[in-house]
């Protein structure tokens, strides 16, 4: 692993899930780690809920857009954490893969998110545990 690590979340949308792991990442790692996300089908936009369930734990991904999922972004990352994109997600050896089975946000409320939304901060916190932690190969 490099100094600075670099993490892909993926999901279908890239609107949701993915959207609030990488807010998460980016708020509890600050520049200790490179973060990406991105969608075998990008949505418009981010989903509503997700965005306003991240703002009531003070993290803004307003600025944030849904993104396609690129062969060199999955090539360059170091984590690729998959999120129910299924089998779109090409496989590199030596890259370090998850799949983090949660409960897609689309279509639902901000009651229903939030329990997302503090299941993904709790696997984001023993991710960059383990990120911080490992020891760089050189």
């Known amino acids: 692993m490099p100094d600075k690590p670099s993490v892909l979340f993926v999901c279908v949308h890239n609107a949701g899930r993915s959207q609030m792991a990488a807010g998460w990442l980016r708020h509890l790692a600050g520049d200790r ?17 997700a965005v ?21 972004t999955v090539e360059t990352s170091d984590v690729i954490v998959t ?22 946000p689309a279509g639902k409320g901000i009651e229903a998110v939030r329990p997302i939304r503090d299941e993904i901060k709790t696997r984001i916190e023993k991710l960059l545990t383990d990120l911080i932690t490992t020891p760089s190969q050189d």
């Open 83 to 104: 999120m129910g994109c299924g089998d779109v997600c090409p496989v590199f050896p030596g890259k370090r893969y998850e799949d983090w089975k949660l409960e897609d």
């Open 52 to 72: 306003e369930a991240m703002a009531e734990v003070g993290i803004d991904i307003t600025d944030q857009k849904p993104k396609i999922l690129a062969y060199d």
């Open 33 to 49: 780690v490179e973060v990406r996300s991105a969608g075998s089908t990008p949505a418009d936009t981010i989903n509503p809920a």
